[in-house]
């Protein structure tokens, strides 16, 4: 299969692509590297069905014929959104259509990479597909939530009006090697000052909850959604709930540092809760993940180690 990923030089993009390519497919990673990184392509070097085309897909482009497409591109954690709010919103809007519109040229599937966003600050807990979510329009965090919720509208009405065979994936907080240190997520955050030995950053009094998927067991279920015929949305992502204090213990643990906390203020609409209900994608994809907090942690320590000190050398 020739398969599209855009975004697939952002963290969970390239993990997709190396994914895929395990799988036999040959890919076409469409990245402006707005957020994205050639470092996490680097060793898809000399891959003979690998193609990096830089392009924005805000604007309208043409990849070539594929069988299938995997929107990942947008700026993805609260940091990278907030800076570059218009391009967030642009990618999720004009950049679905225009990959809607390659998916119904070529005949092709479409995945959406959507998000937990999508729910807000959740009121139901955990969060199930059904819940319509609890979203500031207005607030800072609206340029990700809202364009996420557009893209998925899109997906829905391509399938409904134009018959593109498309799927939705609700994506929750995942974590591992090639997560951006400087991308102000609280796992890079912690990671890289507690390899530092600096206090940990914790917003409000850390007993705001989230819970972390490990990336592969992330692209195990993206990969089985793709291939089931499921075209509503479906969460996929760890359901093991964490407080950010309990978090930070993790880490501290993870790495043996002695790093202390620091209460820093919440950020505004910052969500109280979130846990993925996955009851769907157990039921329909057979999919779980098996990967714990501490395990995916440690199976990530080395990259943080080598990304915290190639920003001190
Ligand atoms: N957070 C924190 N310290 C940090 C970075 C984040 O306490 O240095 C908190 C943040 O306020 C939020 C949670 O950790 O409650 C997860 O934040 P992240 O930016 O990773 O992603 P989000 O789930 O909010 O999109």
Avoid at 115 to 142: A, F, I, M
Avoid at 272 to 291: F, N, V, Y
């Amino acid at each position: 299969m020739h398969v599209l990923v855009t975004g697939g030089a952002g963290f969970l993009g390239s993990h997709l692509c190396d994914a895929l390519l395990a799988e036999g497919h040959s890919v076409v990673c469409a990245d402006n590297l707005l957020t994205g990184r050639m470092e996490n392509l680097a060793h898809l070097q000399h891959e003979p069905r690998f193609k990096f085309l830089e392009q924005d897909v805000s604007r309208p482009f043409d990849a070539g014929k594929v069988d299938y497409i995997f929107h990942f591109a947008s700026p993805a954690s609260p940091v990278d959104y907030l800076e570059h709010a218009i391009e967030t919103l642009q990618v999720g809007s004009l950049g679905s259509l225009n990959c809607l519109e390659l998916a119904q040229k070529y005949g092709a599937r479409f995945l959406l990479a959507s998000t937990s966003e999508c729910y807000g600050d959740p009121l139901e807990h955990p969060q199930k597909e059904t819940y319509w979510g609890h979203v500031n329009p207005v607030g800072p965090r609206s340029v990700y939530d809202e364009s996420k919720r557009f893209a998925e509208a899109a997906t829905m009405a391509y399938y409904r009006h134009r018959r593109v065979d498309t799927r939705i994936v609700r994506i929750f907080n995942t974590y591992g090697p090639r997560l951006q240190i400087s991308d102000g997520r609280v796992i890079s955050n912690f990671m890289k000052q507690a390899l530092r030995g600096e206090a940990l950053t914790v917003y409000g009094d850390g007993s705001q909850t989230r819970s972390f998927c490990y990336v592969s067991d992330e692209v195990a279920g993206i990969l089985a959604l793709s291939k089931s015929d499921e075209h509503e949305p479906t969460n996929i992502g760890n359901p093991v709930e964490f407080t950010i204090l309990e978090c930070a213990e993790a880490v501290l643990e993870v790495t043996g540092s002695s790093s202390k906390l620091r209460f820093e203020p919440l950020p505004q609409d910052d969500p109280r809760q979130r846990r993925p209900d996955i009851s769907k994608a157990k039921h329909l994809l057979g999919w779980e993940p098996t990967i714990d907090l501490r395990s995916g942690l440690r199976l990530s320590l080395d990259y943080f180690k080598s990304a915290v000190q190639a920003r001190l050398s």
